[in-house]
């Protein structure tokens, strides 16, 4: 079609049809640049809807992911009926420890190795079955490829301990390692053994790499070609509530200015008035002596510096913690509880657990601690002061720039992280499960105070007996009437709550308290023994 003869008759002149053919141009570049437009329109938001899906279902995953490890826990905690029943615990998925059997069309039929080891995955009809199996906590074959000129990775577990190994969980024989030796076994009386036996074999309920399960999109049904896998999810669950918090634990109490101190020696524990008291250096000895067994340290002689690599990664913690490297640290007493602090100088209390003097015996020192000299003041940082910096999660251990040394690192030290990723690689449990046993006692998290309890030191109720919210931290020493007052209406309010069985026991239709304590009732003598105590 000529445009410009429709726009034009033949009777128009030149100039005419010249207008005509650069309005045409324009339209098709205005037709032409809103095509692109639109497609860009469309490829973007193509894309961001791509990625909004995508950002649902993780979303979803770690919905489903949380909700099944408080589902997990609190079954533990039901079937045993007790509210304690909790500690450590990841994520599994189903296989069957004896291997996968060719043919066999079973949900209980589910392991990517034959029993000889080899991988099912080389098979395709026998894959084709495995696959085909997956129901029950489903493992998915998530196969990817991280470097080239290698076969692709199995990810079926989360690696926290970052040694690039799977870490099994379960029920597993106990494997020992001498040097230069294969690795030995131990018997059920404990005596090495060079091999494996089933029947009288030491065992231990492992807690390792936490493993992905698979979500399916109907998950009814086992795994097909119409029932895809919409994603996976893995947890590791640490209470807060068992566990250590490392943000609160050891001190340079040594030291008056503990942000610029330069050696691991300044730790002390004297009385254990509060949390900075607990020796990390002293747990991380304990947690593996293969890669901290160096420890030193020597509460009596307080001259004897302490020593190994356990303090000196302990050390290093509080520089983070403490903000060394800028030299701000905690701050003095007075600054945080300036109402009270004062009282500290006279109460014959260890409050920074210097260890001067060092308490020894039942009988209380014959001068304040924290008085000679004034502890209370600067330059004396008080370890109970929130810290600057915090560890917020336990893969914060391997962060060279967070535990670091502010000097160079001396005689091949390669700092924490790198012994807590080493010991991981080790042949023996022991050393194979550090970071895993470390879990289940050291965390990065603490459970709140519970409120409405009354301080054993210092009065933090107003006259009504009802708790008033850090009013400890003033310092004011309870009256004895006082105490034992308060501390006998709230034991005899927790134990004789329920007015309908305080009817059997004392002929009293209503709770017990210090106000009301049943002796004579209805020509009846009523106080028993258990109310006596």
């Known amino acids: ?64 992911g ?39 069309g079973s949900l209980t039929n589910v392991n990517f190795f034959y029993p000889n080891g080899n991988p099912v995955w080389q098979n395709p009809n026998d894959f084709e079955t495995l696959v085909g199996n997956l129901y029950y906590s489903p493992r998915p074959p998530v196969f990817i490829t991280t470097n080239k000129g290698f076969p692709a990775d199995f990810r079926y577990y989360w690696d926290l301990n970052r040694n690039g190994l799977y870490d099994t969980n379960g029920l597993w024989a106990v494997i020992g390692f001498n040097p230069g030796n294969p690795p030995f076994y131990y018997d059920t009386n404990g005596n090495q053994v060079a091999n494996y036996d089933p029947a009288n074999s030491l065992k231990y309920f492992f807690k390792g790499d936490p493993e992905f399960v698979g979500i399916l999109q109907h998950p009814d049904r086992p795994h097909s070609s119409s029932n895809l896998f919409v994603g996976r999810f893995a947890w590791a669950l640490v209470p807060s509530g068992k566990t250590m918090d490392v943000n609160y634990i050891h001190n340079q109490s040594r030291q008056a200015n503990q942000a610029v101190v330069s050696a691991p020696e300044g730790f002390s524990r004297n009385m254990g008035v509060g949390t900075w008291e607990l020796n990390l250096g002293a747990f991380l000895s304990d947690l593996n002596t293969n890669y901290w067994g160096d420890y030193v ?9 302490a020593g190994g690599y356990a303090m000196l990664d302990a050390w290093r913690m509080l520089q983070y913690r403490y903000d060394a490297a ?76 967070k535990i670091r040394n502010l000097q160079p690192l001396i005689g091949g030290d390669r700092g924490f992280g790198y012994r807590l990723q080493s010991s991981g690689l ?108």
């Open 1 to 64: 079609m000529n445009l410009s003869k429709s726009i034009c008759p033949s009777t128009c002149n030149r100039s005419q049809r010249g207008v005509a053919l650069v309005v045409t141009l324009i339209l098709l570049s205005v037709i032409t640049f809103l095509a692109v437009a639109f497609l860009f329109l469309a490829r973007r938001e193509k894309g961001a809807s791509s990625q909004g899906v995508a950002q649902l279902t993780a979303k979803r995953m770690n919905e489903t």
């Open 66 to 104: 949380t909700e099944r490890a408080i589902a997990e826990t609190v079954s533990h905690i039901t079937a045993t009926r007790n509210p304690f029943n909790y500690e450590l615990r990841v994520s599994t998925n189903y296989v069957n420890t004896l291997g996968f059997a060719s043919g066999v």
């Open 297 to 305: 340290y020597q509460i009596a002689n307080p001259n004897q510096p």
């Open 326 to 401: 800028n030299g701000i640290g905690t701050r003095a007493i007075s600054q945080v509880l300036p109402a009270g602090a004062g009282g500290l100088r006279t109460d014959l209390i260890d409050d920074f657990g210097s260890g001067f003097p060092l308490f020894t015996n039942v009988a209380p020192p014959a001068f304040s601690p924290d008085n000679g000299p004034d502890r209370t003041v600067g330059p004396w940082h008080w370890p109970g002061d929130d810290n600057p910096n915090h560890l917020f999660t336990t893969q914060d251990f391997f962060d060279a720039n």
């Open 426 to 533: 080790g042949i023996s449990s022991y050393d194979r499960y550090t970071y895993y046993r470390m879990l289940e006692q050291l965390g990065t998290d603490s459970a709140p105070e519970p409120t409405g309890k009354m301080h054993l030191n210092y009065v933090n109720v107003d006259a009504a007996g009802k708790t008033v919210v850090d009013a400890q931290t003033n310092f004011v020493p309870w009256q004895a009437l006082q105490f034992f007052t308060n501390a006998l209406d709230r034991i005899l309010a927790a134990t004789y709550d329920n007015a309908d069985t305080n009817v059997v026991l004392f002929n009293v239709h209503a709770p017990l308290s210090f106000t009301n304590i049943p002796v004579w009732v209805s020509n009846r003598f009523v106080y028993t023994a258990g109310l006596h105590r």
